[in-house]
């Protein structure tokens, strides 16, 4: 499988079901998140927005 594609992300992260059993990082989540959402036909604004908590 090539490299960095989203499907050896998957691999990377140990995928059982495509939940992974460890999480994928900011830069890749970055990297991965407009080819995913170009795929899935939806709209960076249609993805909401949550607050962070400060804890």
Known sequence: M???TV???RIL???ILAHGTEPVGKDLY???APTVT???GIDDKEIPV???LDI
Do not use: A, L
Request: glycine share 12%; charged share 10%.
């Open 50 to 52: 949550f607050p962070s």
């Open 13 to 15: 992260n140990h995928s």
């Open 38 to 40: 170009g795929i899935c």
């Open 30 to 32: 970055v990297k991965f």
């Open 7 to 9: 499907f050896s992300c």
């Open 2 to 4: 090539r490299q960095g």
